[in-house]
Structure formats: structure tokens, C-alpha cells
């Protein structure tokens, strides 16, 4: 019984921080090139896209939770052009994985 008890925590514990380096590894393999390492979009595709500054409060600020997760999943669209900005990557991450985004994104906030 004791023994399951603590293979059932370790199992926990190694899940919870491998979910922790996962999202850093999924944002530096496929959102980086955008958004840039640091989240500023200080990238060639970034800024010819015009990604935002996410360490900019006032960026953060405007933004809500669920408006960014919807932009991960659906992707985004310019609203005047309608063009494509970003693929939406909700067949690429499950919807745990999209939801790490949210919380990995807000602490590029300054
Ligand atoms: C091809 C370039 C590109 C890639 C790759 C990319 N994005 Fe984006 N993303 C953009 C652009 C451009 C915008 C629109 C401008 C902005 O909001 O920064 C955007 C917007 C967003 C937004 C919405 C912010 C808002 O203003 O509503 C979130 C959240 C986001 N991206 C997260 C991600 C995540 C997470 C990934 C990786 C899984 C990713 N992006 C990959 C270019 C990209």
C-alpha cells in the first residue's frame, strides 16, 4: 500500500515537471521563430508579421486568458486583410499542452 502511495507521487512529480520543460521546449521548436525565445518577437519572421512585445505590460494588459488560448488553438488572422498570421495548434498539442501557453506567456510580462 506505502509502496504504491509513493510510486503514484513520483509518478506525479516527474509528470508535473516534465510538463514545466515541455512548453519551454514547444515554444522554443515551434513558437520562437515568431515570438522569439523571449517573447518580444524580436525575430525576422516577427517582425516582418508583426508579433507583439509580450514582456510589454500594456501588451499583457490588453489581453485576456481565453483570448490567448483561442488564438493558440484557432490561430490568428489579420482582421483587415484576413491573411494568416499563425496556424492555430489545436491538432499539433493537446489541450493541456495549449493551456501551458497561457501561464508560459503572462510570465514574459516585465
Ligand atoms: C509564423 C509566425 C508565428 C508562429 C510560428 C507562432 N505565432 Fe503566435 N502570433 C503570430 C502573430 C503574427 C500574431 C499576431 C500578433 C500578436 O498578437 O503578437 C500571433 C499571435 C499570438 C497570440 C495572440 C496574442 C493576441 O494578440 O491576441 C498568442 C497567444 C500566440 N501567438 C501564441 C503562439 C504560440 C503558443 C505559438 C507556438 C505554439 C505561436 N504563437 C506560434 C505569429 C506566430
Redesign the pocket.
Known sequence: MKKTFFLAVALLATAFTSNAADVKA??DQ??A???SADGK?QTA??KK????DYSDAKVQDA?KDE??LK??VEG?KDKETGKG???G?GD??TADENKA?VPF?RAFKK
Open positions: 514547444n515554444w515551434h513558437c521563430k515568431c515570438h518577437g519572421m516577427g508579421l508583426k508579433a507583439k489581453l483570448e490567448l488564438a493558440i490568428v498570421l499563425m496556424r495548434y499539433v498539442f501557453f506567456i
